[in-house]
């Protein structure tokens, strides 16, 4: 029985729950219930209501985390090729038949729901790049294992970039050089591998006839826009954002009192720029405090990834680290007016349905590896 609790689908082990990340856990939920604040007062007094479409969604990825927190890890290494498969056929039905907003298609409408599937993307992305790497091990210093570890990235990636979601295609990126890392692959494979992203990067950027090719007019728009003065240009949102904050000054104006907030001004507020609200009603020591719950939850995030005694369970929490953090980074760094606006979301605080499930899904498959991975002392 004992080892089929170790190999099988569903955990048998009765010490489970004395084995979870409390930490983990705890901090993900202060985390969430900082989000659903923010968004209720983003929409008090106003006809919006994405408050309650966020509440909803927060009690559908109980599903997803239960999925995630009891199926044991080692069945999506079993099921990597089915799980790749099915990551690369959402994608394609995206293209094929997705629902068109904003110049985008991204999502797959069911019902009265949209589905993203390049959000859930990203953690198939981990759990089958993870696997791949698990079953290499013993060839983890070969540059072909390092190739093809980069095809595998690239066919989810492409179709992610196609739609266009460039924001999230950068991120698959940083989820394979996470687990590359994680993975031990070799430093002069991945600095060999930034080495050559960094050179495309600078290229496109300085040639006005491949920039135009790779990017569309409102991305180019926006990559100007950040050196310039024109508050009508596509700055304006960060322009917003930094009045909010200069508002805020360092004890804010209480919370459901924000006056940008108020008036609307600042474009999808409930969702890129959702940290805005904590700005201008919460100030420094708001955003100070939500930093903090940040930092707890990657702590223990990192926590579990430096304490992994088994590689696929290490590049699992590698991945996620990078994904949620990269997330954060930027997302307030782009509210900030410190880098050109991109399209990512703030994990458990943006609006998104997809978004939050995923950050729920990636909270109950670390509380298992965590589970799996604590050794137990005495029997």
């Not at 409408?109 to 959000?119: A, C, D, K, V």
């Not at 979601?165 to 989820?175: C, D, F, S």
């Not at 990078?322 to 994990?347: D, K, T």
């Amino acid at each position: 029985m004992a080892a089929l609790g170790r190999t099988g689908t569903f955990p048998t082990d009765a010490r489970s729950i004395k084995k979870l990340d409390f930490g983990l856990l705890i901090s993900s939920m202060v985390l969430l219930g900082m989000g659903l604040m923010a968004l209720y007062s983003q929409g008090f007094q106003r006809s919006d209501t994405q408050f309650t479409k966020q509440l909803s969604f927060a009690v559908l990825g109980l599903v997803p985390f239960a999925l995630f927190a009891f199926v044991h890890p080692r069945f999506w290494l079993r099921a990597m090729p089915f799980v790749y498969g099915l990551n690369i056929l959402l994608l394609l039905a995206v293209l094929r038949m997705g629902h068109k907003l904003l110049g985008a298609v991204r999502w797959i409408q069911i019902g009265p729901m949209q589905f993203q599937p390049s959000e859930m993307a990203k953690l198939l992305l981990i759990l089958t790049l993870s696997a791949f790497f698990a079953v290499r091990q013993d060839r983890i210093e070969k540059l072909s294992t390092f190739a093809l570890s980069f095809i595998h990235l690239v066919v989810p990636m492409a179709l992610v970039f196609l739609q266009p979601h460039l924001g999230a295609a950068v991120v698959m990126l940083v989820i394979w050089l996470c687990i590359c890392i994680a993975a031990n692959a070799p430093l002069k494979f991945i600095l060999g591998a930034l080495g050559t992203f960094a050179l495309v990067a600078v290229l496109i950027l300085s040639i006005p006839a491949l920039r135009s090719k790779v990017f569309r007019g409102y991305q180019q728009g926006r990559m100007t826009a950040i050196h310039g003065n024109d508050i009508k240009a596509a700055n304006y949102q960060t322009f917003r954002a930094e009045i909010a904050f200069g508002v805020g000054g360092v004890n804010g104006t209480g919370f459901l009192k924000g006056l940008q907030k108020k008036s609307g001004v600042i474009p999808e507020q409930d969702n890129d720029f959702i940290f805005s609200v904590i700005g201008e009603e919460g100030g420094l020591v708001g955003c100070a405090l939500v930093l903090a719950a940040f930092a707890v939850f990657f702590f223990r995030i990192w926590l579990i990834m430096f304490q992994a005694t088994e590689p696929y369970y290490r590049m699992i929490a590698a991945g996620i680290l990078g994904l949620l953090a990269f997330h954060m980074v930027v997302n307030i760094a782009m509210v900030l007016g410190l880098i050109p606006v991109v399209g990512l979301w703030l994990p458990f605080f943006s609006a998104g349905g997809t978004a939050l499930m995923l950050c729920i899904a990636c909270v109950g498959l670390l509380l298992n590896v965590r589970s799996k991975e604590r050794p137990v002392l005495f029997s």
